[in-house]
């Protein structure tokens, strides 16, 4: 990775810390793009010039986690979330669950889904068993996570994927 695009993650990243700071303190509606470039020590035009929303600033810093997360744990399958790995899913939510918690509280539980479609949907996908299967997970595990959010964590990761994997093999019982 260049040196230009290294710098360009951190700074976008930066704002979006900056954003999650913010919204501890108050909602999101009232926080101005300001005050998110102060927070990261950068000026507006380096806001516009990466993010259009702050919804997309908060998708963009999910994903990053996610890939360093990923990362981390040698997740060989990271952006395709199946059975398999849904024990991954859910330690990675659970890990993280203190922004989980911020972004669902102030209402931006579509932030969440937007990041985990990133990720699990690849850009070009032709096969349309591929497309179908991709929404499936998503779609399901999302369910899940945000239930298991309401419910303040009550499983463990290990409980909701094998719970994950009980419904995809037993899904009527």
């Known amino acids: 990775m260049s040196k230009n695009a290294m710098t360009t993650i951190f700074l976008k990243e930066c704002m979006a810390d900056s954003l999650l700071k913010l919204m501890k303190e108050k909602d999101i509606s009232k926080i101005t793009i300001d005050e998110i470039a102060a927070g990261a020590g950068v000026n507006r035009s380096t806001w516009f010039r990466n993010f259009d929303t702050k919804n997309e600033a908060l998708t963009f810093k999910l994903v990053q986690i996610w890939n360093r997360w990923a990362d981390e744990h040698d997740v060989i399958e990271r952006n395709k ?26 209402g931006l539980d579509t932030v969440i889904y937007e990041a985990f479609i990133e990720i699990m949907m690849p850009r070009f996908i032709v096969d349309p068993k591929e497309c179908y299967e991709a929404r499936f997970y998503s779609f399901g595990l999302y ?8 419910r303040d964590y009550a499983e463990s990761p290990k409980e ?13 019982s």
Do not use: Q
């Open 143 to 150: 369910g899940l996570l945000e239930e298991w959010i309401k």
């Open 81 to 106: 979330l199946t059975v398999k790995n849904s024990l991954d899913f859910f330690s990675f939510n659970y890990e993280n669950r203190k922004i989980l918690d911020t972004l669902y509280h102030a």
């Open 160 to 172: 909701m994927a094998n719970m994950f994997i009980k419904f995809c093999v037993e899904p009527f």
